[in-house]
């Protein structure tokens, strides 16, 4: 099986490495460790990700490349566009 073929649970120990997680979720980890009142969550673990996102990037920077990203009209369209692939 895939290293990370499911979502972490916020009380999984794996939710505390960033280099699994990212920043925002180890975050999280350490706020409900040091006990404070964080809603449940789950984490799509980086390895998870990385291979959802593999078959789909070079539309999306396909989708990147068709737009002025340093104006704000060409980056919104970027965004709607790239979503629109990932979504």
Request: net charge positive; proline share 7%.
């Amino acid at each position: 099986a895939q290293a990370h073929a499911q979502p972490l649970l916020s009380d999984d120990p794996r939710v505390t490495r960033e280099e699994e997680v990212g920043g925002k979720a180890r975050n999280l980890a350490h706020l409900v460790k040091a006990g404070l009142r964080v809603p449940p969550f789950f984490v799509v673990g980086t390895g998870l990700f990385r291979a959802w996102l593999a078959p789909r990037r070079g539309a999306v920077q396909a989708a990147l490349g068709r737009h002025d990203l340093a104006t704000p009209a060409g980056a919104e369209a970027a965004s709607d566009e790239v979503r629109a692939l990932l979504l």
